[in-house]
Structures are given as C-alpha cells and as structure tokens.
C-alpha cells in the first residue's frame, strides 16, 4: 500500500492523478450534453424531464453522480498542488508537455481557466441542482405518472439575460481547458504515439470546440426562443 501511496504523492503520480480525473470527466460532459440537449425538444420539457428523473432516481446513476463530486473536487485539488510545487520549481503546468508547441495560451492558463469553471460548477450546483432537491419544484404528469418540471426551472434562468451570458462565457473557458486538457491527458498517461496521435488531436481539439459550443447553444437557443 505504500508504493500506492508513494506514488499518488510524487509530481509524476498527481499528473496521472489529474489526467485520469480528467478523463472521467470529459466523459461526464458527454453524458451530460446528450440529457442537457432533451430541452431542444419541444415537447413541454417531456424528455427532459424524464430523462432527468431517470438520472435522479438510478441507483448506478446516482453512484456515478457522487463519484463525480468527488473527482472534480480531486481534479481541482490535484491541480491547485501541481500548480503551487510547479510554480515554485520552474513556473510550469500541472500537465505533460512533450515540446514548445503545447505551449499555448490555454497550456499556460489551466490554472486560471480552472478556477473559472470550478466557480461556474458551484453557481450551477447552486441554482440547478440545490433546487431540483430542496428547492419544490413543480410536477407534472406524464401517462399517469408523476415528474418533477426541472424543464421550468431550467427555462427560468435560461431567460434570464446575464446568466444566459454567464454559461456561455464559462462554456468557453471550458472549451480553452479542454483544448490542452484532452490531449495532455493522452501524453501523460503515456498512450501517445505517432501513429495514432493526428487522430487524438483531432477528436481532442474537434470535442473541445463542439461541446462546448453545443452546451452554449442550449440557453441561447431557448432564450431567443429559436
């Protein structure tokens, strides 16, 4: 046990650290944009709120989703040692670097980029997920059964104009994060390799642009009622 122990506590362990938490949650935001993308529907908020029922009430969902606190918090406190032990040796990341050409303005700005969304998390936390449980919301009924009308309040703050501006300007430093984030995570776990490395670039830098933009399109589309 202590060799585990050893390990998750050297540089070399908390970057494995940072790119596996990473990994899982790139994973999450996959997930989270194919249930967020049911308020595109315009059905009432019927497949949202089903869909967010069925996520609330899985027990392996619900495992899931407690896990997922528990890797943003490890993420962010991983990154907040590296950065503070990097900054201190020779002013670098937390991530691998490989050459020169890695350092771009999102490598250079993780740090900052991740307090920007960790705030984000804490809002959303806050004015989603605090109210879908202690917050009464209303039910409605579909084919005899009964589901929380989460849709309203998502359309609540979605038409709200400065939120609406807030979510879309932190999907874009979501989508800086992801620029490096994605493809470091590859390099330090060590699954780089030149003849697959094109095609993890592409889908790492295709995921960074398209999610985000994806997440953002949401509250625009529902706030200008497209």
């Known amino acids: 046990m202590k ?5 998750f506590s050297s540089t070399l362990g908390r970057k494995v650290l940072m790119a596996l938490t990473g990994l899982f949650l790139i994973l999450f935001l ?10 595109l529907k315009h059905d009432g908020g019927r497949a949202f709120n089903v869909y967010a029922e069925f996520m609330s009430t899985n027990p392996l969902i619900q495992v899931i989703s407690k896990g997922n606190f528990f890797f943003i918090l490890l993420h962010a406190g991983v990154s907040l040692g590296l950065t503070i032990r990097n900054r201190k040796a020779r002013g670098s990341v937390g991530y691998a670097v490989t050459s ?7 490598s250079r700005n993780m740090g900052i980029l ?24 209303e039910t409605v009924m579909y084919d005899g059964k009964e589901y929380r ?8 703050w979605f038409h709200v104009g400065w939120y609406v501006a807030l979510y879309c300007f932190c999907m ?18 060590g699954l780089n390799h030149p003849k697959y490395n094109p095609l993890i670039h592409f889908v790492g830098k295709a995921f960074a ?18």
Do not use: C, E, R
């Open 149 to 156: 009308d989460l849709s309203k309040l998502v359309a609540y």
């Open 100 to 106: 020169g050409k890695s350092s771009i303005w999102s």
């Open 30 to 39: 996959a997930v989270h944009l194919a249930g967020n993308l049911q308020l």
């Open 209 to 226: 642009i398209v999610v985000p933009a994806l997440f953002a399109w949401i509250p625009l589309a529902m706030y200008f009622n497209i």
């Open 114 to 137: 991740g307090t920007v969304i960790l705030v984000f998390i804490v809002i959303h936390l806050k004015d989603f997920w605090a109210q879908m449980h202690w917050g009464g919301i």
């Open 3 to 7: 060799w585990l122990i050893d390990l």
């Open 172 to 189: 874009i430093a979501i989508g800086f994060h992801l620029w490096h984030g994605f493809i470091s995570a590859f390099q330090t776990l």
